[in-house]
């Protein structure tokens, strides 16, 4: 199983980065995915999850209205898109499937100006 993020990077406030997730080693269409975040001392954090299909997508308060979570089954590749990003968007964003599998080395997303 290797769950590989991408995408991150340094965005000012209000910007918008895309995360993508690539996935291999499990039947990746027949797994609900998410995304999580964590910054230093504090646990990690759910932010969004997708179900199997794409058909139902969930998000964590702080992020609704402004991430989108997706997918692509054909490509294996799971997405984030974060728009209007804020200062405390700031974090190590990481993808699992649910259960969750091994974790990946992540991505650093920092908003700042």
């Known amino acids: 199983v290797q769950l590989v993020e991408s995408g991150g990077g340094l965005v000012q406030p209000g910007g918008s980065l895309r995360l993508s997730c690539a996935a291999s080693?499990?039947?990746?269409?027949?797994?609900?995915m998410r995304w999580f975040r964590q910054t230093p001392g504090k646990e990690r954090e759910l932010v969004a999850r997708?179900?199997?299909?794409?058909?139902?997508?969930n998000y964590a308060d702080s992020v609704k209205g402004r991430f989108t979570i997706s997918r692509d089954n054909a490509k294996n590749i799971l997405y984030l898109q974060m728009n209007q990003l804020k200062p405390e968007d700031t974090a190590v964003y990481y993808c699992?499937?649910?259960?969750?599998?091994?974790w990946g080395q992540g991505t650093q997303v920092t908003v700042s100006s």
């Open positions: 997708i179900d199997w299909d794409g058909d139902s997508t």
């Open positions: 080693g499990f039947t990746f269409r027949r797994f609900d």
């Open positions: 699992n499937s649910d259960p969750e599998k091994s």
